[in-house]
């Protein structure tokens, strides 16, 4: 099997300015997912924080990135626009992304969405089972009837998502609510995982269940064919059929809108 | 039947800029569309262009719109981002958007397609067959086999869209390509159709199997229910079932991330 | 308004030999759904059971039915195979199909989905809340956050069908299961609503909210344009491009296959 | 890699009694794709045809199956109802099924799509081109803009079937039509992918970029995870929450409806 090289991105700040997160999480959500992920040897796995350079998102790393894993929640604005651009580039490109919890309000993925991206939440440490409601599809492979979490926080519906390409995971939560947890698209050549449970006061990532599901999210994820889609002029000369162009013209040769037209 | 207020935009630049245009609308093509679609009791018209105040979207104007249709070209650039956002938000509190032509490649297609919106082009005056491939949807109402235009822009596949939530039209061109070319998707509460005939320099908004396709989608666009779409923070006390919040908290009483996590 | 003519199908079994039944539903399932139903002017409705003549399927019932209303539970094997054949026929051709809860299993269901249509389920007078995940759909239009049912069977994930072409409603229920509760697929030309709630022993199609999403299935069901899809050979001299036949051929001039192939 | 076990079943009806037929595929339709599939070492290849025991179909060769590619023509009414009961319950369960060609208008796709199968179609020599609209999808692996046909058959819009979840391949017919030409979908746990080049007068499968499309499909269609769809009773004290029964009931303590009730 050939290798998959995955990059986990943290934002990084509760872990550093929140005991309780930090207790859970002494090295950052970063680590223990990268350290989980690391078990599987096809996987070459780096980890990246807002507080590197180009905020963890340089053209260097996202082009020997194959899958990003991709963690958020009090700094979704610090995201310079310029890094959100880049990442939705990649994406389209073909580069996979497994965008974890908070990342829903991140700018990327609202970005990628096109919608508001909004849900109802509440941190009561109250239950959450999740539904496999694909047992069929790769994500939930080893997966049984549902992963239970015994302390969550509530996302609930409606969520403001496109309807998603694939339904994989739906939850159910002791307060009451529903919430469509593990949701799948492709957008350009690009695929892309949501999946809701990852609050960082709880120690949802150390769940073995969890970590199996971000695996294989990465591998369904991953590429199998790249293309930067860009608008393609074909003139008449070049079409797949014999063709004699016809009449007046607002664009040049090269395809280009012509001057004086503005 | 109840009143639909339809708003047709127009950045009315090459109707005014290129003489072979303006042989074709010499109103504008918002005024032909305005025309046709006001024989239509039950819709009540306005028309906007990009030289109006606010560039035609004001808050006033949307806020009396229930189904926009968009016709750009030239100009996408001069839309200002703070008019895009309005209009993104109003998509998805429920207004309709009949997005046409080129229109695939302004602001607030891309913004609300979060992918790439490229396709191939050729100005060729090439003959282009509009299929209809769901006849029993809404939009093709009235509309037979297929609508022939003697003279069309090709646009060709891969279209850098979403997979559409519903697909209607999909068109054969002399020159050997192939499009979707009547998508049909929801995004928050509104619903957004796209139709790709419509290059400024044939006769095609003069067709009257195009003017009904339209018709057709301004009544399916219109919308039913409307809902702003923001982040709701239900608190323990409040959920649906009876719940007693544990552990420690991230955000206070009103679901705000508390100070000093930053 | 134009009228929209609706038949309400029950099998009409457990109301007539269940005391607990027939005490929440006396004239059965079929006739409280009819008299709300009637309170809306537009809506022109006659019943059906599976004890009339032809089952109460009749190809005049049917060939005045734009949208059927189907109930079954205990007799799903008595419908005949003829019948189902005529009711799927219905559908492709354009009739809108609003199933209810146990209907699920109903041979119609299956034969119309392609899958297994199963599920979980108990009978436990447990509390289901059916949430409005879709608040800008037209099925949603008057219904708020979710509807509470105080007595509800549990049906639960996963639920064998294909993939919703619209997501509208997914239950929570008390005792921990979660189930996609109001799914749209468009099926031919005919537009198919599945609404999970209505065992019959707990009064649930007395809830007012709940009559409220049958009448605004029926009215989204309600078929616009309708076609009965027949393979259809085109001769070469019937293209819509002008063609010149080349080559051998199987099939005949009619386009049948040409005997002494088999 | 670990390996995948291919079945290709072909009727083989036309290329024993069609001498044009037979020129093309002496051997048969399913020997030149064994023997081409063969050439890629992870996939372990079968052939059965329709007058092998069990029509091909036996139940023994099905567990053995993880990806079936099927090609039929003339004899689609000859395969037994228990035949296609075997094969969709095969495929729900996980099989993989690649359906070419006329395929289309077999009895088990018209089972997995509930809807009509129908199209249109010539059979003219023209020329066809395969369209990839769907650049980053596994299936269009190393093909590129579009796979062009100097022969084939016709096969045109609209197209009988339900919205694919996936919309991979679309052609372009030198007699004006348009095709849904290559098509996924995903029904139980199984994946199933439909592809219409193949008549069998022409060398379709004798080209390189058809057999890569077909390998793509093969991979794309192998079963990660297996489940078989049966009603599954949850009694109350089995509820994966605490949970008391209450009320009457219809259903004994396994779950059947109980005696008495018909």
Known sequence: ????????????????????????????????????????????????????????????????????????????DQVADAAVNRL???????????????GHWSKLFKRLMGTSCALRYREAGERERVWNINPGHPITEGIGDYIELAESEMYGEPFGIPLPDEQ???????????????????????????????????????????????????????PRSRRTEVPLHIPADKAPEKLEARGPALHDAQGKLLPGNL
């Not at 986990?8 to 002494?26: C, D, I, K, L």
């Not at 939705?88 to 908070?102: A, F, K, P, Y």
């Not at 469509?180 to 150390?206: K, T």
């Open 168 to 222: 994989v995971f739906i939850s159910w939560f002791q307060g009451g609510e529903v919430f469509r947890s593990g949701n799948c698209w492709q957008r350009g050549s690009g695929r892309i995982f949501y999946f809701s449970p990852g609050h960082e006061l709880y120690p949802i990532y150390h769940h073995p269940q969890v970590q199996r599901v971000i695996y294989n999210a990465v591998k369904w994820a991953c």
């Open 88 to 102: 939705q580039q990649r994406v389209l490109d073909g580069m996979g992304l497994v965008m974890l919890h908070s």
């Open 1 to 76: 099997m050939s290798s998959i090289r995955v990059t986990v991105w943290n934002e990084f700040v509760h872990e550093r300015h929140n005991e309780a997160v930090a207790r859970v999480y002494p090295a950052g959500i970063h680590n223990i997912l990268a350290a989980t992920l690391g078990n599987y040897s096809e996987l070459l796995l780096k980890t990246a924080t807002l507080s590197d350079p180009d905020q963890g998102f340089s053209e260097d790393l996202l082009a020997g990135t194959d899958v990003l894993i991709y963690w958020g929640h009090a700094a979704h």
